[in-house]
């Protein structure tokens, strides 16, 4: 492992196999982590000692297919029912799970159209599904009822032209996405149009965040893998090729680090070295993991430690603890 200013520590891993995991992430109270897996289950590991809990079936026919996405609804959603787990898979199959108990609260199917994507508003009343479609989906979270279908190519109007890979609200309104077309549009459900376009970075992954006005992305490309945009000015105003002696790291997943009021942010993918953390004012890496196996395909931050959960390309789950308080304290001279 190569570990800038030694700042990353390798907490636990969980055995290798060979499901990959497609989609990352802790619980509200970071006691579990679920990983969304190729095998088309949800798993549901320990937070603190990576042991397996229960694996939860995603499919609806004798066919089964990747789960390429899940979300843990917010506390603050209107339904009682707590840890409830947001899982899509690639046939357009949509689960909600009480991770609890591993019951299947509600299913359904989006027809002709694989769901690569989802996120939950800040509220967790409206939950959006990203598809191959070219179409974002927002669903009512109460009734489960699909409330608008934002295909800009059906309107005639500005829309992607290939699979959405990403989704992201940016608040109530506004539902940030990008995909296999380079671009990068800003949906205003209020007219269901899209209120901005930005034409750049390729992504293949969960791999679009926000902070205030900075939009960070992880790019699927042999150069500029990261980038940073600015979301009133409509342009780019960083990138850097995430390239070590191993070669360049091709973008899966990007994501700011909520726990620290994002002062950090990382970026995964494969080749090269696979994992990348940075300092959010400075845009300066701080720290490198390159003996990833195959890869990191999604990662997310824990909500209450400077903990990292990666989901890789070999099927392990990996906990990095960042010590030192290096979000507060690095030195950052070179």
């Known amino acids: 492992m190569e570990s800038q200013q030694n700042t990353i520590a390798l907490e636990y891993s969980t055995i290798r196999t060979d499901i990959g995991i497609l989609s990352t992430r802790w619980s509200l109270d970071d006691s579990h982590i679920a990983a969304g897996c190729s095998d088309g289950t949800v798993k549901l590991f320990s937070g603190a ?25 917010p506390e603050r959603s209107i339904g009682k029912t707590r840890n409830v787990l947001l899982a899509v898979t690639c046939d357009g199959e949509i689960f909600h799970w009480h991770a609890s108990s591993g019951k299947i609260l509600h299913s359904l199917k989006i027809e002709s159209s694989q769901a690569l994507s989802s996120d939950y508003n800040t509220e967790g009343i409206n939950f959006a599904v990203g598809c191959n479609d070219k179409s974002i989906k927002i669903f009512d979270e109460s009734s489960r009822q699909m409330i608008q279908d934002l295909n800009g190519s059906e309107n005639k109007v500005l829309g992607h032209d290939n699979r959405i890979t990403s989704v992201k609200w940016i608040d109530n309104n506004l539902v940030l996405s990008g995909g296999w077309d380079h671009n990068i549009m800003v949906w205003d459900l209020r007219n269901g149009q899209v209120a901005r376009c930005f034409y750049g970075p390729r992504i293949c992954g969960d791999s679009l965040d926000i902070k205030g006005d900075m939009i960070l992305v992880g790019s699927y490309n042999i150069e500029e893998q990261l980038q940073i945009w600015s979301l009133s000015e409509g342009k780019c105003v960083f990138s850097e090729n995430m390239t070590s002696d191993n070669g360049a790291c091709m973008a ?83």
């Not at 079936?57 to 609804?73: A, D, G, Y």
Request: hydrophobic letters at 35%; aromatic letters at 14%; proline letters at 1%.
């Open 252 to 334: 899966y997943t990007a994501q700011y680090c909520g726990f620290d009021n994002k002062n950090t942010f990382a970026v995964g993918g494969v080749g090269g070295s696979n994992f990348y953390v940075y300092d959010t004012d400075s845009r300066k890496k701080i720290g490198v993991i390159s003996d990833v196996n195959k890869g990191v395909f999604s990662l997310d931050f824990a909500h209450s430690s400077h903990k990292a959960v990666l989901g890789c390309g070999d099927g392990s789950l990996r906990v990095y603890k960042f010590i030192d308080n290096f979000a507060e304290n690095l030195d950052l001279e070179d």
């Open 49 to 73: 000692y990576g042991t397996l809990v229960r694996s939860m079936n995603c499919k609806l026919s004798t066919e089964t297919f990747p789960v390429t996405s899940i979300r843990w609804r």
